[in-house]
Nanobody, 127 residues
Framework: QVQLVESGGGLVQAGGSLRLSCAAS????????VAWFRQAPEKQREFVAA????????YYSDSVKGRFTISRDNAENTVYLQMNSLRPEDKAVYYC????????????????????WGQGTQVTVSS
């Protein structure tokens, strides 16, 4: 079992940047695909970005492609989400999720495919 803790959220003006971190403990993180999801008030939790266990395969939602970058440091058991050019519509609680992977290039994008979740970190973007 792996435990996930997100950090790095906060309040930023539109056009600004934030970097979220997802720190894992309990298991070797390198064996897990990891994703970021977000949930705005009264909306469904939606996929943002994901990395396969190797870090060599990445996938982004269309809404963040070109603005957000997901990366991982398996030695530090941490996955990052660099968010640039933030918009008011990016405001949400951001969650880190992980799922054990047997293959190096598997990138699940459905939230039902992830068993492990963090508690979330709030991102607010002012206009």
């Amino acid at each position: 079992q792996v435990q996930l803790v997100e950090s790095g959220g906060g309040l930023v003006q539109a056009g600004g940047s934030l970097r979220l971190s997802c720190a894992a403990s309990g298991r070797t993180f390198s064996g897990y695909a990891v994703a970021w999801f977000r949930q705005a008030p009264e909306k469904q939790r939606e996929f943002v970005a994901a990395t396969a266990r190797s870090g060599g395969f990445l996938y982004y939602s269309d809404s963040v492609k070109g603005r957000f970058t997901i990366s991982r440091d398996n030695a530090e058991n941490t996955v990052y989400l660099q968010m640039n050019s933030l918009r008011p519509e990016d405001k949400a609680v951001y969650y880190c999720a992980a799922e054990y992977s047997n293959t190096s290039n598997w990138i699940p994008v459905d939230r039902d495919e992830y068993d492990y979740w963090g508690q979330g970190t709030q991102v607010t973007v002012s206009s």
